[in-house]
């Protein structure tokens, strides 16, 4: 995608990834907080992407007020995606941009590997709850806890115990990193 | 034969290298003309710390990596930090990708958790998966890789190591190979 990024607007591009991230899967992304965290993981994985947003350390850990603005007002591709019920849908038209955005960048291996990214990202990511999601980020990402007025609630005593089994029941963890984030806890 | 992407995970060439002391046999299956195998960042700076890191220096050196994406990063949240430091996360986080791109793969895990954490979230991986022991077996029946007398040799020398493995999957393996 980044072939033709000298032509395209920062933005443009960002919107570009999320109809990627949207496309990748056929079914919604579950929240607007889902899509956020997504992206950024998306950051972790390929640090090229934080040319296009960046994260700060906010309530409800990494935020991006770019990112946020352009799920709810897409400016280059307004008819692509639609927030509803939380949940963001690719529309008809933002299937067709999908598929464009493919076909363009088809003959790129890295592109393709990029997709393979998205959809392992969706494919786990999309199975946790808001509660789940951000338990993980703060666990992992520590620094993003700073400006939490959550995190404590989640990270500690009976609750971090219960997110933890449950993830575990989920399979969604490791057995090692369930004994790890409740025994490792005093 | 065409070609197939190898992802071991680091236990695989640490079990040549220091379990059984036996690098040669890695080398010849790093050598197989079907064979492509992908180390990853973590994976390759975990056994460059083994004695005989040297005897298979250039081969890893030209393995494939695919480090332009730090795929490993997707699984981060969900692995423990002993996993994490492994290159577990790394390993099965290529395997998604290479064989979300059509490629033929063979995902080389040991540990239970990771290879239970691939059933659960990634099934359509668990037909490419296999641990040490059945990547030797397959080295004999399919590959044929390994002579059938070398392959069990191997494996005896794998059940005396301190290889952590049940001595009846090596049992198992062993007489499935005397069949094949």
């Given at each position: 995608m980044r072939k033709s990024c000298g032509l395209l607007n920062k933005l443009e591009i960002l919107e570009r990834y999320i109809i990627l991230l949207l496309g990748v899967v056929d079914r919604p992304i579950p929240s607007i907080l889902h899509l956020e965290k997504e992206i950024f993981i998306l950051t972790r994985v390929h640090p090229k992407v934080s040319e296009y947003v960046t994260f700060i350390k906010h309530y409800k850990g990494p935020y991006s007020e770019v990112l946020n603005d352009l799920i709810r007002n897409p400016i280059f591709y307004p008819k692509a995606y639609i927030l509803e019920d939380n949940k963001i849908y690719l529309t008809q038209e933002g299937k067709k941009i999908f598929k464009e955005i493919v076909k363009e960048h088809s003959k790129d291996e890295k592109f393709r590997m990029l997709l393979a990214v998205l959809k392992m990202i969706r494919e786990l990511y999309d199975k946790l709850t808001e509660e789940e999601l951000l338990f993980l980020i703060y666990l992992t990402y520590s620094d993003y806890k700073e400006k939490s007025g959550i995190s404590d609630n989640l990270l500690k005593g009976k609750k971090r115990r219960e997110i933890a089994l449950r993830l575990l029941k989920k399979g969604l963890i490791t057995e090692k990193r369930y004994k790890e984030v409740v025994e490792g806890y005093v | 034969m065409s070609d197939i992407k190898v992802i071991p995970d680091s236990s695989f060439i640490i079990c040549f290298l220091d379990d059984i002391q036996q690098p040669q046999y890695l080398i010849r299956i790093f050598s197989y003309d079907s064979f492509t195998f992908i180390i990853g960042r973590i994976v390759k700076n975990e056994i460059s710390r083994s004695q005989r890191f040297d005897h298979i220096k250039n081969i890893i050196e030209n393995a494939e990596s695919f480090e332009y994406y730090r795929y490993?990063?997707?699984?981060?949240?969900?692995?423990?930090?002993?996993?994490i430091e492994k290159g577990e996360h790394e390993v099965i986080a290529t395997a998604y990708v290479m064989h979300s791109l059509g490629f033929d793969i063979i995902l080389i895990l040991d540990e239970d958790d990771p290879r239970k954490f691939v059933e659960r979230n990634f099934p359509e991986l668990v037909?490419?998966?296999?641990?040490?022991?059945?990547?030797?077996?397959?080295?004999?029946?399919?590959?044929?890789?390994?002579?059938?007398?070398?392959?069990?040799?191997?494996?005896?020398?794998?059940?005396?190591?301190?290889?952590?493995?049940?001595?009846?999957?090596?049992?198992?393996?062993?007489?499935?190979?005397?069949?094949?």
């Amino acid at each position: 995608m980044r072939k033709s990024c000298g032509l395209l607007n920062k933005l443009e591009i960002l919107e570009r990834y999320i109809i990627l991230l949207l496309g990748v899967v056929d079914r919604p992304i579950p929240s607007i907080l889902h899509l956020e965290k997504e992206i950024f993981i998306l950051t972790r994985v390929h640090p090229k992407v934080s040319e296009y947003v960046t994260f700060i350390k906010h309530y409800k850990g990494p935020y991006s007020e770019v990112l946020n603005d352009l799920i709810r007002n897409p400016i280059f591709y307004p008819k692509a995606y639609i927030l509803e019920d939380n949940k963001i849908y690719l529309t008809q038209e933002g299937k067709k941009i999908f598929k464009e955005i493919v076909k363009e960048h088809s003959k790129d291996e890295k592109f393709r590997m990029l997709l393979a990214v998205l959809k392992m990202i969706r494919e786990l990511y999309d199975k946790l709850t808001e509660e789940e999601l951000l338990f993980l980020i703060y666990l992992t990402y520590s620094d993003y806890k700073e400006k939490s007025g959550i995190s404590d609630n989640l990270l500690k005593g009976k609750k971090r115990r219960e997110i933890a089994l449950r993830l575990l029941k989920k399979g969604l963890i490791t057995e090692k990193r369930y004994k790890e984030v409740v025994e490792g806890y005093v | 034969m065409s070609d197939i992407k190898v992802i071991p995970d680091s236990s695989f060439i640490i079990c040549f290298l220091d379990d059984i002391q036996q690098p040669q046999y890695l080398i010849r299956i790093f050598s197989y003309d079907s064979f492509t195998f992908i180390i990853g960042r973590i994976v390759k700076n975990e056994i460059s710390r083994s004695q005989r890191f040297d005897h298979i220096k250039n081969i890893i050196e030209n393995a494939e990596s695919f480090e332009y994406y730090r795929y490993g990063e997707i699984l981060r949240p969900f692995l423990s930090i002993e996993e994490i430091e492994k290159g577990e996360h790394e390993v099965i986080a290529t395997a998604y990708v290479m064989h979300s791109l059509g490629f033929d793969i063979i995902l080389i895990l040991d540990e239970d958790d990771p290879r239970k954490f691939v059933e659960r979230n990634f099934p359509e991986l668990v037909n490419k998966m296999t641990g040490t022991i059945g990547f030797i077996e397959k080295c004999h029946c399919i590959f044929g890789i390994f002579e059938k007398d070398e392959s069990i040799n191997i494996l005896r020398l794998i059940k005396d190591s301190k290889f952590r493995v049940k001595a009846e999957i090596i049992e198992q393996a062993i007489e499935n190979i005397k069949r094949c």
